[in-house]
Every structure is written in structure tokens, then in C-alpha cells.
């Protein structure tokens, strides 16, 4: 879950933007450190919070293991009533979504932080899908981009 660890493409898809309007910037921001803020960490915990709780919803993990999770969560600095409520803003709209998808098909295929590879595509190119739900007939995905 620790979604700051993780690795993360030199040319991601929540990048796009940046490279295609700049794009030496591609290869010159790895001269740099990467940094982060407190706005980030936030934005990274109020993820794997989202993450936790989908999780338990779509039966990927028990009641215990989501109380475990969670009491770890609490000690965070992030954490608090604000945050709580984003995170379950967001968590409506994605039930809502996997229900919507349940109603056309009886087994939707519904993955959460699901690695993407484009490099077919885009040389060194990857990203995490955050919530992938695939129908027969539709696919659909809500993506977060932390960076």
C-alpha cells in the first residue's frame, strides 16, 4: 500500500501534459532530487485510505484487517474529520460506479491499484490504475493522479 515507495515512470500518464508542452523537461527533472510536500503525503494518505476502504467493500479483506489498518491510519497527522469525509466523497462516487456496473453485468472485473503498462506506446511508459471496472460492454476507470 505504501503508495510513496513506489516506482513511478519517467513518462506518466498524469504527466502528459507537462511533456508535451515542455519536453526536455523529460530528461532534465531527473538531474533533480525528487521532492515532496506536505500537500502530497496528505494526498498519499488520503489514497491508501481510499484504498483500505474499497478494499473491505469489495470483500478483499476481512473486518479485522480493515480495524488494523485503520487504527494504524489514525495515528497520522492527516488524519482527521476533513479528510475522512474527502475520502468518502470519493468512496461514494466509486460504489456507486460498481454498483452501476454490477446492474449490466452479474461479475464486473473491478481491480484496485492496478499496474498499466503503455509502453508499447510510450517507451518506459506505466501507471496505476486506482479503480479499473471492466463490463463486457464498457470499461471504465477513475484515476487519481498523485503527482
Same mark, same amino acid.
Given at each position: /500500500?505504501?503508495?510513496?515507495? &513506489?516506482?513511478?515512470?519517467?513518462?506518466?500518464?498524469?504527466?502528459?501534459? /507537462?511533456?508535451?508542452?515542455?519536453?526536455?523537461? =523529460?530528461?532534465?527533472?531527473?538531474?533533480? %532530487? %525528487?521532492?515532496?510536500?506536505?500537500?502530497?503525503?496528505?494526498? !498519499?494518505?488520503?489514497? %491508501?485510505?481510499?484504498?483500505?476502504?474499497?478494499?473491505? $467493500?469489495? +470483500?478483499?479483506?476481512?473486518? !479485522?484487517?480493515?480495524?488494523?489498518?485503520?487504527?494504524?491510519?489514525?495515528?497520522?497527522? $492527516?488524519?482527521?474529520?476533513? !479528510?475522512?469525509?474527502?475520502?468518502?466523497?470519493?468512496?461514494?462516487?466509486? =460504489?456507486?460506479? =460498481?454498483?452501476?456496473? &454490477?446492474?449490466?453485468?452479474?461479475? @464486473?472485473?473491478?481491480?484496485?491499484?492496478?499496474?498499466?503498462?503503455?509502453? @508499447?506506446?510510450?517507451?518506459?511508459?506505466?501507471? !496505476?490504475?486506482?479503480?479499473? =471496472?471492466?463490463?463486457?460492454?464498457?470499461? +471504465?476507470?477513475? $484515476?487519481?493522479?498523485?503527482?
Amino acid at each position: /500500500m505504501n503508495h510513496s515507495q &513506489r516506482t513511478h515512470a519517467v513518462l506518466s500518464a498524469s504527466k502528459a501534459d /507537462m511533456y508535451l508542452k515542455c519536453t526536455p523537461s =523529460i530528461r532534465l527533472g531527473e538531474q533533480f %532530487e %525528487e521532492e515532496t510536500s506536505v500537500f502530497a503525503r496528505e494526498g !498519499t494518505f488520503m489514497h %491508501e485510505l481510499s484504498e483500505i476502504r474499497l478494499a473491505y $467493500f469489495l +470483500k478483499q479483506m476481512t473486518k !479485522t484487517q480493515l480495524n488494523k489498518k485503520l487504527n494504524q491510519m489514525k495515528q497520522s497527522e $492527516f488524519y482527521n474529520g476533513e !479528510t475522512e469525509q474527502a475520502v468518502q466523497s470519493y468512496i461514494d462516487i466509486v =460504489i456507486e460506479k =460498481i454498483n452501476e456496473a &454490477r446492474a449490466r453485468n452479474k461479475d @464486473p472485473l473491478i481491480l484496485i491499484e492496478e499496474r498499466l503498462d503503455f509502453s @508499447p506506446w510510450v517507451p518506459e511508459g506505466f501507471g !496505476t490504475g486506482d479503480v479499473i =471496472i471492466n463490463n463486457p460492454k464498457t470499461l +471504465k476507470g477513475l $484515476f487519481f493522479c498523485l503527482k
